[in-house]
């Protein structure tokens, strides 16, 4: 059995495959890892296996069609953009202890698990604690500390980590029709997230790094400038792409002056920033990647985002 289309991830689809065949799925799973890697994209795969008559996602099966349609009565996804609210779980509830309409089991996939309110939680905890038979709820989630314990204790944990740049990079020139310096840089910026790699697709996002650039090595500053950008990078909720974006160039700032290695560079097309590397700008870089990684952490907690990246930018911009 295998999981076509779906980027890397091996031995957790090696797993999911195992447990599918030996019918030993439990009726709690919990996709857990950074955000954009595919873990959605996996759940839905998954359902695709169960649903599937034949057992291979064959796509022409009615199981197959339904679900392709979003029209399959024993299929529920909750995307949680907002939250995922108590009436929703209240639905779900009551339908769990009637026998499946179509398939031998019903699939419930919750997406931003972490979404859930309190209440929600607590009516989840519930159906988890007297699981009926024929149920598989799916939680995904990239924020799994924010889902109460008891709930994630009730659920069997398969984690996620980033996807190599290498498969990244191959997504984006075979998918994405990126070609190959781009899909180079792009990966270099994803962090190991599809996602994210397609958040620095858009041009302006793209372009949002030669502003950051040129404003923190000093070749036109000033707080207006300085204030603005801040901004602009706080109220789109891209923080953490943008802070990440911050950290590449700085390694790449020290990389080109400990190695002169061009083809190291994570923002090649930035090189022009960069210089000239001398030792005083090497050090300069190397300081404020501890900055960076400080404001990261300050941004986990619910703090003024555009205060707190102004003053980031402010530290981090070097004397003119
Ligand atoms: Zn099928």
């Known amino acids: 059995m295998e999981f076509r289309g779906i980027l890397g991830h091996e031995q957790q689809k090696l797993m999911l495959s195992s447990l599918v065949e030996r019918g030993k799925l439990p009726h709690a799973l919990l996709f857990a890892g950074p955000k954009g890697v595919g873990k959605r994209t996996l759940g839905h795969a998954l359902a695709r296996l169960l649903f599937c008559e034949e057992g291979s996602a064959c796509g022409a099966c009615r199981g197959c069609r339904h679900l392709a349609s979003a029209t399959h009565p024993d299929f529920t996804f909750l995307p949680g953009e907002a939250s995922i ?16 309409f179509e398939a031998p089991l019903r699939m419930v996939l919750m997406d931003n698990a972490e979404a859930m309110t309190r209440e929600a939680a607590n009516a989840l905890l519930k159906t988890l604690e007297e699981p009926p038979p024929s149920n598989l709820f799916l939680l995904v989630s990239s924020g799994e500390q924010e889902i109460p314990l008891t709930v994630r204790s009730r659920c069997m944990r398969i984690g996620f980590g980033p996807l190599p740049r290498e498969t990244v990079r191959l997504y984006l020139e075979t998918s994405a029709g990126c070609d190959s310096s781009q899909a180079d840089i792009l990966a270099g910026l994803a962090g190991g997230s599809i996602a994210s790699a397609l958040f620095w697709m858009e041009e302006e996002h793209f372009a949002m790094r030669s502003r950051i650039a040129s404003l923190i090595t000093g070749k036109r500053q000033g707080f207006t400038r300085v204030a603005l950008l801040s901004e602009a990078i706080a109220a789109g909720g891209h923080e953490a792409e943008y802070l990440f974006f911050l950290l590449s160039f700085l390694r790449d700032v020290w990389w080109l002056h400990e190695t002169g290695d061009v083809a190291g560079l994570t923002n090649k097309d930035l090189k ?10 090497s050090l300069w870089a190397h300081t404020c990647l501890g900055r960076v990684q ?3 952490r300050t941004l986990r907690y619910n703090v003024n985002k555009w205060l707190a990246i102004e003053h980031l930018m402010i530290d981090v911009m070097r004397p003119a």
């Open 85 to 100: 609210k108590i009436d929703e779980l209240r639905a779900i509830r009551k339908e769990v202890y009637e026998q499946p």
């Open 272 to 281: 022009g920033s960069m210089e000239p590397v001398d030792a005083a700008r």
């Open 294 to 296: 400080e404001t990261m």
